[in-house]
């Protein structure tokens, strides 16, 4: 069994920071990547940004010089600095797991945080 767990989001206001957390627990055997990604009011679910255990990062577009991602592989833990949110920032953030759980390697999915950009 693996749980995904987000948590770090909320409101915030135009241009203000927010820092995203994101724990995978359960049988693993061996942690490949993790990875955020958004869902936009009216848009595709995007990628924001990846990272190996090994700790090679990977940015969208939509967020690059604004977001930062590192890893605790020991911890399987990812983190995400958001900074300069803007309203189209809005968006449901899920945590993305790629895992080895016994013999089989997998996409696990957290249900998700909301951040909100508002005054």
């Known amino acids: 069994q693996v749980q995904i767990v987000e948590s770090g989001g909320g409101l915030v206001q135009p241009g203000g920071n927010l820092n995203l957390y994101c724990v995978a627990s359960?049988?693993?055997?061996?942690?490949?990547?993790m990875a955020w990604y958004r869902q936009v009011p009216g848009k595709e679910l995007e990628m924001v940004a990846s990272?190996?255990?090994?700790?090679?990062?990977a940015y969208g577009n939509s967020m690059k010089g604004r977001v930062s991602i590192s890893i605790d592989s020991l911890k399987n833990t990812v983190y995400l600095q958001m900074n300069k949110l803007q309203p189209e920032d809005a968006a449901v953030y899920y945590c993305?797991?790629?895992?080895?759980?016994?013999?089989?390697?997998?996409?696990?999915w957290g249900q998700g945080t909301q951040v909100t950009v508002s005054s």
């Open positions: 990272i190996t255990r090994y700790g090679t990062t």
């Open positions: 359960g049988t693993i055997n061996s942690l490949v990547a």
């Open positions: 993305n797991a790629n895992l080895w759980t016994g013999p089989s390697r997998a996409d696990y």
